[in-house]
């Protein structure tokens, strides 16, 4: 036998033996998962572990609390305010200056927001929308009328938090999304969320309440303001309109402007992005492929891809692991030094425009320019500040709008100053 037939030989023999192995561990382990038939109905997610136990078993990952390995978000319920003291000036007279701490995550979602000191008495339905799958027969039963009862009724009927319901059919499996405000909000738009492809829908059921959204006045419905577009300069003009009656979340006490509170606009900044107009789904990143005893599977651990850097970074970025953990700590890194410092300019802002009012024959015209600039630098500025990703999910934007809401912030200051006749700083 001449030497190169005893290579072939030896690489045929190779062969064998790697695809003999692959095929014993596919016929042990099939890849497939038959659907079970699981009860309308059935919101408990142990129920549905019975079934699919890898899932399950992931999902209950979500109890773990952790700090984030790049020192941004992460698990831990810790008050937004020890890094950023000028929270407490910029949303003054309104609950999240007294408490607003980090997400713990969905499977919280009752219990922080039941122990949470920005929900009382008066807290309407409506803040049960994106904490449990309940919300689904809510809406039967109601239509959006669940939104204006009692939040303490709705809360006492939820059994169960953010669970496997809220994302899949239990007959079929499918993916599919509940928020009636995000289906209707696709709609406005032209997009009927039940033909969207499978891809798609890996983004959608994320996306229904990972949102930006407004209580219309009067019925406490919820409405994600995207009707000119989801940029942050799209979604001020809407409000700019007073869209449904719409005009402020709350006055500023001291400058007396009318306030505007974003809400973790993940999918809006996500979609402008680089990976979302790459075809990339959040549960590519957040809920990536996983193998465990020869079956594949989608790990429901919903938490950030720092965490499962090599299944959820390496299928696309070949640069390894620690390249992916630099990359994402630089990004921000500089997105918190730009927010800090917007922040806090915005901080001074409202200062001077009450300064500027206590001032004898104050320049009202001045003035009204100074209140809808503070309110459009902090709309910009907390448009990055509520959101998950500390700008990882479209850093070009993130660090272009921070920069508009800190001139916004000292053209507020110098209309302030213009209306005073003084320098106020």
Known sequence: MSKMQKSLAVLLAVCVVFFGFVIVRIGAKPNVV??????????????????????????????????????????????????????????????????????RGHLFALEDIKDSKRVGPATKGACITCKTPYIEQFYKEDGWGYANKPFAELWEKSKHPV????????????????????????????????????????????????????????????????????????????????????????????????????????????????HGKSGVSCADCHMPYMRKDGQKYSSHWMTSPLKTLDASCSPCHTQGSSWAMERVKTIQDSTWQMQHTA????????????????????NQEELAKA?????????FWDIVAAESSMGFHNPDQVISTLGQANQFAYEAIDAAERAAGMNIY
């Open 34 to 103: 038959k659907a079970a038939s699981i009860p309308k109905d059935e919101y408990d997610p142990a129920v549905w572990g019975k079934y699919y136990p890898l899932e399950y078993e992931s999902y209950m990952k979500n109890y773990d609390m952790s700090a984030s390995p790049t020192g941004y978000g992460g698990s831990l319920k810790v008050q937004k305010s020890d890094m950023q003291p000028e929270l407490f000036e910029n949303f003054k007279g309104m609950p999240f200056s007294k408490d607003y701490t980090e997400d």
């Open 163 to 274: 669970s496997c319901a809220n994302c899949h059919d239990s007959e079929t499996m499918n993916l599919r999304v509940i928020n009636p405000a995000f289906i209707e909000a696709m709609q406005r738009r032209g997009v009927d969320v039940t033909k969207a492809s499978r891809e798609e829908m890996r983004t959608y059921v994320c996306a229904q309440c990972h949102v930006e959204y407004y209580f219309e006045p009067e019925t406490t419905r919820v409405v994600l303001p995207w009707d000119k577009g989801t940029k942050p300069d799209e979604m001020y003009s809407y409000y700019a309109d007073k869209p449904n009656g719409f005009i402020q979340d709350w006055q500023h006490p001291d400058s007396k402007a009318a306030m505007l509170k974003a809400q973790h606009p993940d999918y809006e900044t996500f979609s402008n992005g680089t």
């Open 343 to 362: 922040g806090t300019t915005i901080a001074r802002a409202h200062e001077a425009i009450k300064k500027a009012s206590e001032v004898p024959n104050v």
């Open 371 to 379: 209140r809808e600039l503070v309110r459009k630098a902090q709309w």
